[in-house]
């Protein structure tokens, strides 16, 4: 039996390309300059805030810190830390859309960075795949570029899976780690899931989740066990104090879920959009290199399965997609009662799954065939090509922008056609700061019988409001909808009186989508 041949000179001990170190820095190095690049794309456009992004600053904006917990955090489905950050950042640097979104675009780079360092071992290419898979996720692009608390979870999980990640390696190696080192990676480890149950629900019940793991694995990150009891009670003191004195996270209705399958589905679109070509690019691959062993008369898939069972890097990838299922089980009993299927919010996987895979792809490199590698390498570049693609494409809809207040309201501020007030759903509530705080807006209550007949013109819709473009038009017949350019047809729009003495086209603006506005 004819041996495959590996040359020692392309390749390192650890299944990394050969190489200087100067070599490999300035690779990583150039990935994560080129990755941080892709996600500040559209930065500097100072683009319009959508209505998810208002809230925020609304609430940033409030007059006190009272205010703060009592108007805004206590009644949010959300925990405190990023408006407590927003509140001091804009406090600082303003409220305009570049500084605030740097808020989140600097988490998104640390996110790059601790994955970078945290697996400096283990393979160059585990390394690189790691970082790869983060950086060109669409989650990533799209929430380092929006003023909410993702950028923020993405980094603790970030830093809460890295640490994890290494303290198992050192149990494994007989404590490779010295002493200190381990403290500070225990401490480490302890902070970034506290930081993570005050950034979002979704990481509380995940820190819920690696501490369960840790103890299953006789607690190489907790150090004793009795201190994850004391880390399960530290992440429970918020939401309880939130459940007594909260309005019980209401705005979570909206969330539409078909139980266990919404939930297994937006788990997937969130982190791994190109599931399904990755796993059909790995069944043709490993069918193909079977049939090319048998026709060699090779045992080369057996002996490949026993060489990955003995691979750390084999190991620790499934104890990570082990994690995760166990996460998304999770999600979906709790989903049962209350929906909570969002694909956003799975967002505190994604370095689980990097790694996973990084793991998976060293491991391959490491013990397969010529043929196997090549094969790893080729199902890696389609996936990341197709996540890189994908998360360009979310981000060039988000900076057109989404939504734009921003032109809508300074063409109500140009033209002054509200110096004797527009009305609105919606006045001078948290979703018309900042743009519209200079618009005098009268609120209509649409309860009250009539409401649209009677309601003066000019009308301001935001978000979730085009269901009134129709009605409006029908109670106003001479009246005409107008709406910024946008990626939302008709999302933000004003209806305008029969002659409103302006000429809403000479300012950028275009009609409404009626048929959306009739949907």
Request: no cysteine.
């Given at each position: 039996?004819?041996?495959?041949?590996?040359?020692?000179?392309?390749?390192?001990?650890?299944?990394?390309?050969?190489?200087?170190?100067?070599?490999?820095?300035?690779?990583?190095?150039?990935?994560?300059?080129?990755?941080?690049?892709?996600?500040?794309?559209?930065?500097?456009?100072?683009?319009?805030?959508?209505?998810?992004?208002?809230?925020s600053i609304g609430a940033a904006s409030a007059d006190s810190w009272a205010d703060l917990f009592q108007a805004w955090i206590l009644p949010d489905t959300h925990p405190p830390l990023h408006l407590v950050l927003l509140k001091l950042w804009i406090g600082l640097f303003g409220s305009g859309e570049i500084p605030a979104r740097l808020l989140s675009l600097i988490p998104a780079w640390l996110s790059l960075i601790a994955i970078a360092v945290a697996t400096r071992r283990g393979g160059f290419t585990r390394q690189l795949i790691a970082v790869l898979f983060v950086g060109t996720s669409p989650l990533f692009s799209l929430y380092s570029q929006e003023v909410r608390p993702y950028g923020w979870a993405l980094l603790f999980a970030t830093t809460a899976v890295a640490t994890m990640t290494l303290l198992w390696r050192s149990q494994l190696q007989g404590g490779a780690i010295s002493t200190p080192q381990r403290r500070r990676l225990r401490l480490g480890f302890a902070l970034s899931l506290l930081l993570l149950s005050l950034t979002h629900y979704f990481g509380v019940m995940y820190a819920v989740t690696l501490i369960a793991l840790d103890l299953r694995a006789r607690a190489p990150c907790l150090g004793r066990r009795r201190h994850g009891l004391l880390l399960l009670l530290s992440l429970a003191v918020w939401p309880l104090l939130h459940g007594l004195l909260g309005s019980g996270g209401g705005r979570a209705g909206w969330i539409q879920s078909e139980p266990v399958i919404s939930v297994i589905k937006a788990a997937f679109n969130a982190v791994f959009p190109a599931f399904s070509v990755a796993l059909a690019l790995a069944l043709i691959a490993g069918l193909s290199l079977a049939l090319m062993a048998r026709q060699q008369r090779q045992e080369r898939p057996a002996s490949l399965q026993q060489a990955l069972r003995q691979e750390p890097n084999a190991a620790e990838a499934v104890q990570l997609l082990v994690g995760m299922a166990v996460f998304v089980g999770l999600i979906c009993l709790i989903d049962l009662v209350k929906p909570l299927s969002v694909e956003r919010y799975f967002i505190v996987l994604l370095p689980a799954l990097a790694l996973a895979l990084a793991d998976a792809g060293q491991a391959l490199i490491n013990v397969g065939s010529r043929q196997a590698r090549h094969a790893t390498v080729l199902v890696l570049v389609v996936v990341l090509s197709m996540h890189l693609w994908h998360a360009q494409e979310v981000l060039a809809a988000k900076i057109h922008p989404q939504e734009n207040y921003k032109q809508l309201a300074g063409f109500l501020r140009s033209t002054d056609l509200c110096h004797s007030g527009c009305s609105s759903v919606s006045a001078k509530q948290n979703r018309l700061r900042p743009y519209f705080d200079a618009i005098k807006m009268i609120r209509i209550d649409l309860d009250q019988p009539d409401s649209l007949a009677t309601a003066r013109l000019p009308f301001v819709g935001l978000h979730g409001e085009q269901k009134l473009i129709r009605p409006l038009l029908a109670s106003h017949p001479q009246a005409s909808c107008w709406e910024p350019r946008q990626s939302s047809p008709s999302s933000t729009f004003v209806v305008l009186d029969p002659d409103p003495g302006v000429r809403p086209r000479s300012f950028g603006l275009r009609t409404c989508d009626r048929q959306k506005g009739a949907a």
């Open positions: 039996m004819k041996r495959a041949h590996r040359p020692a000179s392309t390749r390192g001990a650890s299944g990394a390309p050969a190489g200087s170190p100067g070599l490999k820095g300035f690779i990583l190095l150039a990935v994560l300059i080129g990755l941080g690049l892709l996600a500040s794309r559209g930065w500097l456009r100072a683009y319009s805030y959508w209505h998810d992004e208002l809230f």
